[in-house]
T-cell receptor, first 112, second 114 residues
Framework: AQSVTQLDSHVSVSEGTPVLLRCNYS??????LFWYVQHPNKGLQLLLK??????LVKGINGFEAEFKKSETSFHLTKPSAHMSDAAEYFC??????????FGKGTTLSVSS | DVKVTQSSRYLVKRTGEKVFLECVQD?????MFWYRQDPGLGLRLIYF???????EKGDIPEGYSVSREKKERFSLILESASTNQTSMYLC?????????????FGSGTRLTVV
């Protein structure tokens, strides 16, 4: 079965330090991949998406992700964390003919 | 601004009640989806629909049904609510069947069954 694995359930960083949220996927074809963010008591907001164009994708709020087919990875990065980045992040991919498959989420905590 | 609107933000229902969760989108999307979100489990697909009067089971359809009488509206029905259906329910829509461009989500309905 196709799947998405978020390698860390919780990541803690200090404000101003880099953020790395890791995501691996299984696929037999070129997928579309996404990262969503969910702030407390809010819906999910699209951060960025990869749809087989450039492998380095830039999103909102300074986030980036790099599609690495050889590693089946789509890790999310940000050079400098801000307090407002504290949220839950979901990596997901499309499954042909059906729907998005979601990872279980990574909670990002940012300390001052 | 395009929208997916879920009619209730919070709901409290009793065990055994029939519960309707409503979702409306104004983007003329053909594809609509219902997920539930639980801590540590991420988002799990309940049902989805590609067209009016069409529905497909997701990963966890037991205890749920859906209705899509109009393109813009997709309703999730809990036939007889149980406490293990206490959860956050998220509705989403997409513009293409392959979901190449992602979803637009509603803000969610937090359902508590007592």
């Amino acid at each position: 079965a196709q799947s998405v694995t978020q390698l860390d359930s919780h990541v803690s960083v200090s404000e101003g330090t880099p953020v790395l949220l890791r995501c691996n996927y299984s696929s037999s074809y070129s997928p579309s991949l996404f990262w969503y963010v969910q702030h407390p008591n809010k819906g999910l907001q699209l951060l960025l998406k990869y749809t087989s164009a450039a492998t380095l994708v830039k999103g909102i709020n300074g986030f980036e992700a790099e599609f690495k087919k050889s590693e089946t990875s789509f890790h999310l990065t940000k050079p400098s964390a801000h307090m407002s980045d504290a949220a839950e992040y979901f990596c997901d991919k499309n499954q042909a003919g059906t729907a998005l498959i979601f990872g279980k989420g990574t909670t990002l905590s940012v300390s001052s | 601004d395009v929208k997916v609107t879920q009619s209730s933000r919070y709901l409290v229902k009793r065990t055994g009640e029939k519960v309707f969760l409503e979702c409306v989108q104004d983007m003329d999307h053909e594809n609509m989806f219902w997920y539930r979100q639980d801590p540590g489990l991420g988002l799990r697909l309940i049902y989805f629909s590609y067209d009016v009067k069409m529905k497909e089971k997701g990963d966890i359809p037991e205890g749920y049904s859906v209705s899509r009488e109009k393109k813009e509206r997709f309703s999730l029905i809990l036939e007889s609510a149980s406490t293990n259906q206490t959860s956050m329910y998220l509705c989403a829509s997409s513009s293409d069947r392959a979901v190449r461009y992602g979803y637009t989500f509603g803000s969610g309905t937090r359902l508590t069954v007592v």
